[in-house]
């Protein structure tokens, strides 16, 4: 009997965001560089954190998630 199992990796749920509303942003971190992908509220400026971008492939895997050009997204600080 295994105390505990092998971990699957599951594809995260993808949240549908209207792009009248949502617009694409990289949070980043001035000091330790860490980068967030989110989506934010234009109405309210609201963030909704979706992923860490690690990477380029990961920035990549977050543009094919939500329907996004890569020259779209904004970065702020």
């Known amino acids: 009997m ?5 971990r699957r990796e ?3 749920e993808t949240m549908h965001f209207d792009p009248a ?4 942003v990289i949070r ?4 330790t560089g860490e980068r967030v992908a ?4 234009r109405a309210a400026g609201k963030l ?4 860490l971008i ?8 977050f543009c094919r998630r939500y329907g996004v050009d890569a ?3 904004k970065t702020i600080y």
């Open 2 to 6: 295994r105390l505990f199992g092998k």
């Open 10 to 12: 599951t594809e995260p």
């Open 21 to 24: 509303e949502y617009e694409p």
């Open 28 to 31: 980043s971190s001035i000091c």
């Open 38 to 41: 989110c989506m934010r509220e």
């Open 48 to 51: 909704h954190e979706l992923m």
């Open 54 to 61: 690690r990477t380029d492939e990961d920035l990549a895997a």
């Open 71 to 73: 020259e779209q997204i």
